[in-house]
């Protein structure tokens, strides 16, 4: 009977989750998951790309079991922001997506960022309605990751490596974890980012405005 | 339905998690409950303890999605170790973590750690029949994770801050931590630890040998 439960609670997340991209490709608004465990760096990335991202207008919604902060780090920045607060939830949902996107003035963004809740697993199973997914890895991490955690990699249109500045420091072998995602993600593009440096984020934000131009909805006149 | 489900689940988990404790009360063996995120170092920590635990026996349980790395990193220390793959699963439970102890010669061990999977949510829901829990926090992580995901350190008798190498390289207050760690867990005891350097593995080591004296079933005349 689990089986059944869990069938029909992914059966309607994904009902959402295409409620969620027929909303955003009607609003010609591109949507974003950014996935990676916990303390990877998701937020700090977000601080330092969204402000080259101007004068894209760029919305974020934050994932998190507990605390607001990182909705205000990212409101700190004039970006608006709305945290969603999964009550002790390992992954956000569609229709938590939907709840945030409706304290958003969608009609006046060109992109949503979701940043999920701190978690290599579990929100990998979970389609938000997004158009493409950046999955993060730090170096202090380890390098066996992909190989662990292949799901958070598998769908993922761009793999960062995050606190590159801590490579002199920490056991991490670049280059098997990029033979390892291009194993798992043929397709994913590859950044290696230090945000506290400002090191490798021409990539990230490349990806970004990239998957703007590719979004179903994006025929509509974008601020260039 | 579905929290009816989710509350038969966990029912069933506590039945199971039960009989494991009663098992381990009926041999003498005291289990720990290793937690953490993906790569904050408890396999690492684990292979710098584990050694300094002779001539106590041993036998180590590791909880992954994919690979048995970690397994074979236990074994090659000749420390018995079973590997239990979740298939995709982001938490062990009691039930899996019984098979395991099938696939070990119980009677001829004085203590179990249980690695859980890499994951700072869901294995905190879990009880798999643990003696005590030993929480993991890399300082790579950032220093708001207490705050942010509190589940993991409540049950914890001990809260392990792994990679303090890496202190001069990251933004990481250690005595907020602390004190953050203190609200949520008054009564854990705290360690600061360069598995990497050696460092700080006595407090780690002194906890897993009271732990030792605590159990229920620990009458039993143990090695000196």
């Known amino acids: 009977m689990r089986i059944e439960v869990v069938r029909k609670v992914l059966a309607r997340n994904q009902q959402a989750a295409a409620d969620n991209r027929r909303r955003f490709d009607e609003l010609g608004v591109c949507c974003v998951n950014l996935l990676g465990g916990p303390g990877c760096g998701k937020t700090t990335l977000l601080e330092a790309v969204l402000p080259r991202l101007s004068p894209l207008r760029v919305a974020v919604v934050e994932g998190d079991l507990e605390t607001?902060?990182?909705?205000?780090?990212?409101?700190?920045?004039?970006?608006?922001?709305?945290?969603?607060?999964?009550?002790?939830?390992?992954?956000?949902t569609a229709a938590a997506v939907a709840e945030a996107l409706a304290r958003l003035e969608l009609a006046a963004v060109d992109l949503v960022i979701i940043e999920n809740v701190g978690n290599p697993i579990c929100p990998a199973n979970y389609d938000l309605g997004e158009h493409a997914r950046v999955a993060v890895l730090s170096v202090a991490e380890g390098d066996d990751k992909p190989a662990k955690y292949p799901l958070l990699f598998r769908g993922a249109g761009?793999?960062?490596?995050?606190?590159?500045?801590?490579?002199?420091?920490?056991?991490?072998?670049?280059?098997?974890?990029?033979?390892?995602?291009?194993?798992?993600?043929?397709?994913?593009?590859?950044?290696?980012?230090?945000?506290?440096?400002?090191?490798?984020?021409?990539?990230?934000?490349?990806?970004?405005?990239?998957?703007?131009?590719?979004?179903?909805?994006?025929?509509?006149?974008?601020?260039?």
């Open 68 to 92: 607001t902060r990182d909705a205000e780090r990212i409101a700190a920045l004039g970006v608006p922001a709305v945290q969603v607060l999964t009550e002790g939830g390992c992954h956000l």
């Open 158 to 224: 761009l793999v960062v490596l995050t606190k590159c500045d801590l490579l002199p420091h920490v056991s991490f072998d670049v280059t098997r974890v990029e033979a390892a995602v291009r194993r798992i993600a043929p397709d994913a593009r590859l950044a290696r980012v230090s945000a506290l440096e400002g090191q490798g984020l021409d990539g990230v934000e490349a990806f970004l405005r990239c998957q703007l131009c590719a979004a179903p909805g994006a025929g509509r006149a974008l601020p260039s």
